[in-house]
Every structure is written in C-alpha cells, then in structure tokens.
C-alpha cells in the first residue's frame, strides 16, 4: 500500500460501499452522512454528493463503540447535522427527530455534533428548539463547531453563495446573529470559525466580519480566525501567509481573542461540571488561559 493515498472524487464510495466501522472510534464520533450540498468555493467536502447514512447503522456503529465501555455517549458526525435524511437545505423534521429520539434513548453519556450550519437552524427554529429539548433531557448543553468564515454579504456571494440558502447571501449576517442566538437560548454551544485573507477579500468585508463579530458578544460561544488554505475550487490559489497581515486582519484577530476570552472561564467550567476529574482540569485549563491573557496584556491588548 502507498504511505499516502488521496480518494479521487471519482473514486467517491456509495453508501453501500462504505464499511461498517470494527472498533471503537476516538471520541465515540459517529458518521451519519457524507458530502455537502452548498457548494463553497473554498472547500473540497462540496465535490463529492451528500448520502445519508441509515439510521439502523447509525445505532450498530454507536454499539461498536459501547463496546468495552469505551463511551456511553456519541458525536454524530456529518458537514450538517441538521440536514440529517434531507435532500436539500431544508432539514427534514422527521428523519432529523427520529434519529435524536433514537439516539438519546441510547447514549446515557450524551451526545454532541461534529458541525451544524446556522442557514438551516434558522430555517426551522422550532425543530431545532425541539432537537435540543430531545437532547437536553439527558445534558446540561451540547457542543457543536460552525462555520461563519466572513461578516460581509459581499464576500459570501463570491465565496460561499448558497451557504446561507434558504436564504439569500445578501442575508448572510442577519442569518449568522439570529442563528446564534437561537443557539444561545438552547444551551448549544458553537465553536465558530473565519476565514481571514480569502483572494477576494477586501478591507469593507473585514470591516463587516469585524463589527459581525462584536454583535455576537453576548453569544455564548468560541470564535476561532482561520488562515485561508487553498482547497475545493480555489486550490490553485495561494495560502495566506503571516506577513500578509494588515492592520484590520489584526483588529479582527484581537476581536476574536476576547470573545473568547470574555466566555472561555463559563465554557471550562460547563465542560468539567460533575466530572470526577474537574478540579485538576479547571484548574490545568484556567493557568493556561491566564497565561495567555498575561501575553496578551504584555502585547499591549486589553
Ligand atoms: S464549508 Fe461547510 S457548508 Fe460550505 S461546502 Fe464545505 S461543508 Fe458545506
């Protein structure tokens, strides 16, 4: 076998050809479908078709992790949980509710969500609203990571039109805040990325990706500034490098490091809450945000 082997798209299994996984998985994560149907410009998962994977080796895949009691719990995985058995992006209410109910049934350690987009939460915030009392019954909060890449409806148009469909690009910000804040009110805790130095990005979408940023300090959450990577349909595009950084790339990034900062001591202690080994980790993950605050400080952010 080669040491390094990419799948073509070509080359993409159908459902049918893709395995059964033998053993436990790291962090009982779970794949309930594959492929993405909004078509980023920047990304390669969009090449390849969306399937959905049966909910019955969902479940046999979840038993295999339970095995040895490795995890009581799951990580559901796909690029949009909440498009689970839909064929748009639109979520579908009853196959997204039949595999929570059948799900939480099952894992007494709780479950979270590899990704989810906010398009599709605000496209159904009553179904969402119910996914998450499904969930809640057996957790305090579920995590979940999101990608919000640019505050500008400008550069969503260009680089990611159909990733606030149903809605318009043109909506793009107003879908990223009420997304958000649906998250907020239903104890989901997102990671969210940007996408900083996109080829076409200019200084009025980093103006517009800025102040997005400071509308959504209230939200509880993690907003995490990417370097743009040549990938999907902009892969002989060239990487943004450090050097590359401009005054408004760096208001960004200091925008980011103290939402973080401003909710970073909450999400520690949420993720620890009732654990036996929450004191040494609280304690090991509160130094370490410290220091950083302390370098931050020394580089004159306040
Ligand atoms: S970035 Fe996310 S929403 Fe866009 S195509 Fe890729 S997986 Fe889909």
């Not at 798209?9 to 893709?18: D, H, K, N």
Request: charged letters at 25%; hydrophobic letters at 40%; aromatic letters at 8%.
């Amino acid at each position: 076998m080669p040491r390094y082997y990419e799948v073509g798209v070509e080359e993409t299994p159908s459902l049918e050809e893709i395995p059964n996984i033998l053993n436990p998985s790291v962090n009982g994560l779970v794949e309930i479908g594959r492929g993405c149907c909004r078509g980023c410009k920047f990304c390669s998962v969009t090449l390849r078709p969306l399937r959905w994977c049966p909910l019955e080796k969902i479940l046999n895949e979840i038993n295999v992790n339970f095995r040895d009691s490795y995890t009581s719990g799951a990580c559901l995985h796909a690029e949009d949980v909440m498009l689970y058995g839909s064929k748009n992006t639109v979520p579908n209410d009853e196959k997204l509710l039949r595999l929570h109910e059948a799900v939480v049934r099952k894992c007494d350690g709780g479950i979270s969500w590899s990704h989810c987009s906010l398009a599709a939460v605000v496209s159904k915030p009553k179904l969402f609203s119910q996914i998450a009392e499904i969930i809640l019954q057996k957790q305090p909060w579920l995590g979940t990571e999101v990608g919000i890449e640019t505050g500008s409806p400008e550069l969503a148009r260009k680089i990611m039109p159909a990733k606030a469909h149903p809605f318009k690009p043109e909506e793009w910000p107003e879908v990223v805040r009420t997304g958000m804040g649906l998250m907020h009110d239903n104890n989901m805790i997102p990671a969210c990325t940007l996408i900083v130095g996109v080829p076409e990005e200019t200084e009025n979408d980093l103006i517009k990706t800025i102040e997005l940023v400071e509308d959504l300090k209230g939200i509880r959450s993690l907003i995490v500034p990417l370097f743009f990577v040549p990938l999907g349909r902009l892969e002989k595009e060239t990487w943004f490098k450090e050097a590359q950084i401009t005054r408004l790339h760096e208001e960004l990034l200091i925008k980011c490091l103290k939402h973080d900062f401003r909710w970073i001591d909450d999400l520690i202690a949420l993720s620890y809450a009732g654990k036996w080994y929450a004191k040494p980790m609280h304690a090991l993950y509160t130094l370490f945000v410290r220091i950083i605050e302390n370098k931050a400080r020394k580089a004159g952010i306040q």
